[in-house]
């Protein structure tokens, strides 16, 4: 069983920082992409940052240049370094990790159960 666990979550003031981390664990046999997705109240979950197995970054339009997405593929973690965070920010955030538990299994979506990020104004 494949298991991922956020941290790092918490209530800053609007212009703090926040790192958040993300461990991947159980029976992983590879990981191809990795990243991190947020859903507000009342809001559609969106796409935050994803870094692939090359270290190929992709961001939302709306953190570029304030956030920063890395993996350690020694240790199966991604995080994500939030700078300047924005009242609008606020929002549950949630790792993604696409990979395989076998040789021979297809590519799977995994998900986290995430973490609170709340920033105040």
């Known amino acids: 069983q494949v298991q991922l666990v956020e941290s790092g979550g918490g209530l800053v003031q609007a212009g703090g920082s926040l790192r958040l981390s993300c461990a991947v664990s159980?029976?992983?046999?590879?990981?191809?992409?990795m990243g991190w997705y947020r859903q507000a109240p009342g809001k559609q979950r969106e796409l935050v940052a994803t870094?692939?197995?090359?270290?190929?970054?992709n961001y939302a339009d709306s953190v570029k240049g304030r956030f920063t997405i890395s993996r350690d593929n020694a240790k199966n973690t991604v995080s994500l370094q939030m700078n300047t965070l924005k009242p609008e920010d606020t929002a549950v955030y949630y790792c993604?990790?696409?990979?395989?538990?076998?040789?021979?299994?297809?590519?799977?979506?995994?998900w986290g159960q995430g973490t609170q990020v709340a920033v105040s104004s």
């Open positions: 159980g029976s992983i046999f590879s990981i191809r992409d």
């Open positions: 993604n990790v696409l990979g395989k538990r076998f040789w021979s299994s297809p590519l799977n979506s995994y």
């Open positions: 870094v692939t197995s090359g270290d190929s970054t």
